[in-house]
């Protein structure tokens, strides 16, 4: 099992281009998440899926849009990219269980720069 | 907004001493969740503690959770070089999909 894998690695762009952060996991996970972290600021959701063809917008969601079309895949979308955007992006995946949110499992990260 | 509040923020101490590391948070929980990141990676679940629990163990991790002060404390026995990394409070609440709230952090560094 790969887990969680995001796509790719490292990333700069100029501001106002666009780009899609690709999730993808294995694990047959119902829910998906897509975090950014900023130094001092802990992990912050930008938007979260229960399920395939769902979304939600989480803490920052502005600026960013998300796409659930398949079951083990979240992409993360900035149509016109700012230097706020500047930041590591972190995906992660969860099952839904009885009981209540469990542990999530994440992906390595990307590192996006926005000039 | 975030509800997670974590102290200290860094801590440094040597191999073989004990971590504490604390994590406050603002409303009602489902279960309190601690992960570690090492350094340019992701985060990696450690431990969960419901909220119907007091004390939790795995390994040299013990947590602990008081939910009258909304508080859990996160200790690491007998430290090791290997445990350097940044250490991660979150919050889950009812009927909100499986979200996650992340403290700010804390940065251990165990010196050799």
């Known amino acids: 099992n790969a887990g969680v894998t995001q796509t790719p690695k490292f990333r700069v762009l100029k501001t106002g281009q666009s780009m899609t952060l690709l999730c993808a996991q294995d694990?047959?996970?119902?829910?998906m998440y897509w975090y950014r972290q900023d130094p001092g600021m802990g992990l912050r959701l930008i938007h979260y899926?229960?399920?395939?063809?769902?979304?939600a917008k989480g803490e920052v969601p502005d600026g960013y849009n998300v796409s659930r079309l398949k079951k083990q895949n979240f992409l993360l979308g900035l149509e016109s990219a700012a230097p706020s955007q500047t930041s590591v992006y972190f995906c992660?995946?969860?099952?839904?269980?009885?009981?209540?949110?469990?542990?999530?499992?994440f992906g390595p990260g990307t590192r996006l720069t926005v000039l | 907004s975030q509800q997670g509040e974590e102290d200290p923020q860094a801590l440094s101490i040597q191999e073989g001493e004990n971590a504490t590391m604390n994590c406050s948070y603002k409303t009602s929980i489902n279960n309190l969740q601690w992960y570690r990141q090492n350094s340019g990676r992701g985060l990696v679940h450690l431990i969960l503690?419901?909220?119907?629990?007091r004390e939790k163990h795995s390994g040299r991790l013990r947590v602990t959770l008081d939910t009258s002060k909304k508080s859990s404390s996160l200790l690491i026995t007998a430290s090791r070089a290997a445990d350097t990394a940044s250490y991660f409070c979150?919050?889950?609440?009812?009927?909100?999909?499986?979200?996650?709230?992340f403290g700010q952090g804390t940065e251990l560094s165990v010196k050799p």
């Open positions: 979150a919050t889950s609440h009812y009927n909100q999909g499986g979200k996650l709230i």
């Open positions: 503690i419901r909220s119907n629990e």
């Open positions: 992660a995946s969860s099952p839904r269980l009885a009981g209540g949110p469990r542990e999530q499992f």
């Open positions: 694990m047959n996970h119902e829910y």
């Open positions: 899926s229960v399920g395939e063809g769902t979304t």
